[in-house]
């Protein structure tokens, strides 16, 4: 049935492609009624194309499924009533549906000479529905100062938006409304571009291939999905009549002219970098036509080099020398568009990225590992997408189908069948780390993207229709190292031979002496490839009617359906309808309010559902265990172990083996039956809901003139069953007495879970069994969000002035039980006890981007960038342990914040100090001809060299919003802080 169902899909797409429409509202300037049956014209000089419609009742035209370009112009031509009118250059982006109105004068209201072009001829405001949306236009991307080219270091310019605190290094950078930055939304030209693993992109796309981003941060249309956070859509460039394109050279010195930090700051992808760090970049793109007004193209390519030194040093071996590295980044773009006739369109669209950051050994202030364990992270991504427009009498419709492949290899050891050897001295320390990185994780995922939409127009009525399905085939190959783990103790003899062999930093596994004292062998049991498909299937209806020339009402309904909500259960979660409504009224031609409610479903993340088959195991003992659970009522009584449970990666533990001769996995499948593991995961009988939450908005907008535009909007999600972890096997909660702590043993935890466990063992029907986990954990999705927030904005364009700005002020609030698919209750269960302001919380944001033009061909632009501090999670201090509660969870740096907390502090009680940021960008336009310039430019980032301890991007394993001691006690430590003033130079040659 579902084979035929994708079949009937496919032939069903192929008969009819994002659909953006141009509402124009033609006024009469005397009385303010609206003009019905006059001509209106829609052109583009840049593929020398001409539209023409005829205004309804309402004094309305609406310009059907036209291509997302710059350069569109409405004009009016003078008839025997009206004088002829026509409004600025106009910009249409991807799924984009904008309004302008037209003032027309009568021509007994001026005089025959006169030439009248109405400043307040052109509407910006959003006049068409009630989406909080804001834009970024190619031009204002180039004038802001950012840092490599990369579209996502602009993106926190942006109302609603904030630089994230993410759960890994590579997590995305931008959180919107507060939420986890894994679970926004990308698109490229309204296409999937997101990283179904974990979240993010696949293809980061670069500054050159932009046209405009555009952010929807609330109540956006039916035809969006899949997130309950926000989206980001690119719209790529097209090619035009005329070729034009640029080539650019970007370096960034680094620390030798940048100001001085003693922290480590973050690479591109996240990753940390200090001593010796430069980048260099370079590419170009071009755009023309193949064939002038019918097809076109545009190509683009950027390449990346950061330059980066550890140092590797080993007083006792003798070694102590800088270890150079490199990370490289290729991207290239390119899109073709064919235009069949004027109902017709097509276009072809590839992406593809090579991404290696290379880890060379040494470490960022001094570490062990040698360049034998080496190894590189990869990012690779191919997306290719055709899509297809078209009209046929009041229908519009866009077919389009994509292809992805996402390639991440964590860990691409240098020699990938060697073991991992970690050697000690005399006194336990470390003194090398050779081979292989000790574990794999080489993630592949390939996604097939079909997508179908139409639009029937009546006179008051635009239906909008559309289907999509994406379908992801997972592959994880993961766990320990199959070539095995050893941890050697040297003695002082073999230390002294090592050093005066002169091997250096050049040592290897065939370096350490083969008597060298073995403390520990490990050794992956099932190195395997798993994984499984992923299908997401919706379906959305939506009517904008307009009932009259001043109210637009929307309603819309969506449908969504993942088959990973099945879970370990035998039915997914299939009640998925989220209704939308929303007003948009105008009140003047300059002014309107908008407002509207619907619910927005979340996509599961793969890797919830990954992590629950790799640290899962079919074995007897542990299905024994789960059985028990049954019978205690903590698992549902007809959870079927088959569908629960998976022959997931575990590891042996040996240490009377000699150095290299430990037994393979094959010759340990027996220790696998009774293995105790601290920890295992099961897929959730119940399966999962998928995360939704309720939007509401409420804005007002005022043009102020045909250059200035101010608008407020209201926003309030309420975020529900959000994932978080629940431990089957719990340890009974535990409340401590702030003022007399007392530390409960592990023992004693033990011996109050469900099942007990003692000595890495359980009795269950009196018979003691080894085989099982102290905890076993599944995801659920139980969780709750509440976000709150006030954003005021003032935006004001050129024009023919010489500045333009933008400023916004943002208030909002956030407080959530959980935050991420990993995270788990500090005590027991208890989620009561974890409601508290999210990681990412943000009480006042204040953004302003302020350009000048003093001369022609120079901008100097100020970029400012004020924040409250972020959240502190207060864990415990001067106890001797950080786990409180015995139950072995408190880990202190605690990738979710959710470790043991200081005795009466509640989660994220304290706040760090706030982050103030100021950037420049100089450049300047030489001429060279007609249409060739030559442009340098300048930016200094933090150019007050600001210490900021939060609001910049990090990893939450190394910032500063974990902290030991109680509020009270004010004690801090400082693990990082926001960069130090940085330059960086470019030069662009533009045709």
Known sequence: MKQFFIWALLCFTTFVSAQEDLTVSVIDFENQRPISNITIKLSNSTRN??????????????????????????????????????????????????????????????????????????????????????????????EIPFEGRDITRVLYRLPNVSQATGFFAEAPNVSINGANPLFTSYLIDGMDNNERFLGGQKFNIPSGFVKDITVLTSNFSAEYGLTGSGIIDITPRSGSNEMTGETFFITRPGP??????SFAQRDLLGNQVKNGFARYQAGGGVGGAFVKDKTFYYFNFEH???????????????????VRGNNTFNYFSSKIDQLWNKNFRSSVRANIGIVEVERQGGGL?????????????????????????????????????????????????????????????????????????????????????????????????????????????????????????YTVKLNQSQID??????????????????????????VELRPASFGTHQDIYSVYLEDLWSVSDKLNITLGLRYDYDNLSKGGGNKGDYNNLAPRFNFNYKLTNNSSIRGGYGIA?????????????????TSADYKTQLQEFIRLGVLPANTNLEAVTYNGNIAANLSNVSYLQ?????????????????????????????PYSHQFALGYQLQADGNQLFFVD?????????????????????????????????????????????????????????????????????????????????QKTRGIDTYSYRLNYTLSALKNDTEDINFRAMDGNNYAREWGYSINDRTHNINGIYSFYPFSGTTITVAGLLQSGQPINRIPLGFGTTDLNGDGSGFSDAYQGNSDRFPGESRNSDRLPWSTTFDLGLQHQFKMAKNNKIEVRADIFNVFNAENLSGYSNNATQSNQIQGGSTASGLFTQRNASPPRQFQFGVRYLF
């Open 662 to 690: 430990g037994p393979t996995g094959d010759q340990l499948q027996s220790e696998r039956e009774g293995a105790f593991s601290n920890e295992r995961r099961i897929l959730n009988p119940n399966g999962y809901n998928n």
């Open 49 to 142: 194309s001409t539209l023409l419609q005829t205004t309804n009742l309402q004094g309305k035209a609406i310009f059907r499924n036209i291509p997302a370009l710059d350069g569109y112009q409405v004009s009016f031509e003078e008839t025997a009533d009206y004088v002829a009118e026509r409004s600025d250059i106009i910009s249409i982006r991807s799924n984009q549906n904008p309004n302008v109105t037209l003032i027309l004068k009568r021509t007994n209201t001026v005089e025959l000479d006169e030439v009248v072009i109405a400043r307040n001829s052109t509407s910006k405001i959003n006049r068409r529905d009630a989406e909080v949306s804001f834009e970024l236009k190619a031009a204002e991307i180039q």
């Open 601 to 617: 479903y979340d996509k599961i993340n793969y890797g919830l559902y990954s992590d629950a088959l790799q640290q899962n195991t």
């Open 304 to 322: 990346t080099t950061d330059v980066k030194d550890n140092l590797l040093n080993v007083p006792e071996l003798g070694v102590a020398e800088t």
């Open 714 to 794: 209201l926003v309030h999600n309420r975020g529900e069953n959000l994932f978080r972890l629940r431990n089957l096997n719990a340890a009974a909660e535990y409340p401590i007495d702030p003022s007399n702590v007392i530390i409960r043993t592990q023992a004693e935890a033990d011996a109050s879970r469900p099942i007990p466990i003692v000595n890495g063992t359980a009795t269950i029907n009196g018979q003691t069994v080894s085989g099982v986990a102290r905890n076993v954990v599944i995801s659920e999705t139980e969780g709750k969000s509440r976000y709150y927030a006030v954003s005021v904005n003032y």
């Open 497 to 522: 031979g090592i050093r005066n062999s002169g091997v250096g930093s050049s040592l290897d596994v065939s370096d350490i002496p083969l008597d060298a004292q073995v403390i520990n062998y490990n």
């Open 256 to 261: 030798s002219i940048d100001g001085k930090s």
């Open 365 to 485: 202030d001094g570490g062990a590992t040698f360049a034998s364990a080496g190894n590189s992270q990869q990012r690779n991504s191919i997306l290719l997408s055709l899509k297809n427009s078209y009209n046929f009498g009041k229908i519009s419709g866009e077919t389009n189908i994509q292809y992805n492949r996402f390639r991440w290899n964590y860990a691409d050891p240098v020699h990938v069948n060697s073991s991992q050897v970690i050697v000690l001295g005399i006194n336990d320390e470390t003194l090398a780390i050779l081979g292989h990185p000790g574990y794999v994780f080489d993630a592949l995922e390939n996604t097939i993207q079909i997508q179908q939409k139409f639009k029937y127009y009546t006179e008051n009525h635009t239906f909008k229709s559309g289907l999509n399905y994406i379908r992801g085939n997972h592959e994880l190959f993961g766990g320990g190292n199959p070539n095995g783990n």
